[in-house]
């Protein structure tokens, strides 16, 4: 029985051989054919490659200093005006590097664009006298910058006038130079201190709100028929200014002019700096 089950399944065996082995050399045939024609298209494609060596990384570069910021432009407009109200007067204030010139008291082309802003602001607070103060740092000698202040108080003055904000019986001028500070001029340790005394040059349009058109702009401003190295002068009154002339006459211009407006002092192009501290 057993030799019978045996030879019926090699008798089957043989059978599946004939039936199927020619399928499955075809295919086998197929397949040799088929790397050959890669091998012959690619013929480095079963070749073993060579790695080459892992370049190694260079070296990360040190960065440059940080250069050093510019000068900030200063503000203009609406934004270069600060404004204080009290019971009895209307204070705008504006940095004195939004309106002049470095050293000088010659306004800015730039300047016309806040000053176009002060002049309705002016005209809001109503009819009344109006003093223009200018301020300076504390480089610089005392008198140069006394003279500085006045003759940049003076310009802003003028060209108020010019634009009809205010009237000439009504508007009057002082230069206080470095004596009114608002922020400190140097550091506690004694070092400069470049963003305090930026706070210092400044021009002050102070309206006197509880006074009448022909009276004093302020009664706390200095006299101006006596003056001293301690006190500030005001500008003549305007009858006396007609007799004796208008600042903007050349020789009120040829002045020298100089505001520590960046730490240092430039002298006038025609008149030599007074000496400096």
């Not at 040190?62 to 203009?76: D, E, H, L, V």
Request: net charge neutral.
């Amino acid at each position: 029985m057993k030799f019978k089950c045996l030879a019926a399944l090699i008798a089957c065996t043989v059978m599946q051989s004939a039936l199927f082995g020619p399928a499955y050399a075809q295919d086998a045939s197929k397949i040799n054919k088929w790397f050959e024609d890669i091998d012959k298209k690619y013929p480095n494609l079963r070749r073993k490659q060579n790695v080459g060596n892992i370049q190694d990384p260079g070296k990360i570069g040190t960065p440059g200093k940080i250069q050093n910021p510019g000068n900030i432009n200063a503000p203009q407009g609406l934004q270069a005006i600060k404004t204080k109200s009290d019971p009895c007067s209307q204070r705008f204030s504006i940095g004195a590097d939004t309106l002049f010139e470095f050293d000088k008291a010659t306004l800015t082309p730039r300047a016309e664009e806040t000053l176009s802003v002060l002049g309705p602001m002016i005209e809001n607070a109503g009819l009344h006298p109006v003093l223009i103060e200018g301020h300076t740092d504390s480089v610089g000698t005392d008198e140069y910058n006394q003279e500085l202040s006045e003759r940049r108080a003076e310009r802003v003055r003028n060209w108020l006038l010019e634009h009809r904000v205010v009237e000439k019986r009504a508007v009057s001028t002082v230069g206080y130079g470095e004596k009114k500070p608002v922020a400190p001029n140097t550091k506690p340790d004694g070092k400069d201190n470049p963003p305090g005394r930026a706070l210092n040059r400044r021009v002050e349009i102070v309206v006197n709100t509880c006074a009448k058109l022909d009276e004093p702009a302020v009664t706390t401003a200095p006299p101006t028929t006596e003056t001293s190295s301690d006190t500030p002068s005001t500008t003549a009154t305007p009858a006396t200014k007609e007799a004796a002339g208008d600042s903007n006459s050349p020789s009120a211009e040829s002045a020298p002019a100089g505001d520590a407006s960046t730490g240092s002092s430039v002298p006038d192009a025609n008149m030599p700096l007074p000496g400096k501290p």
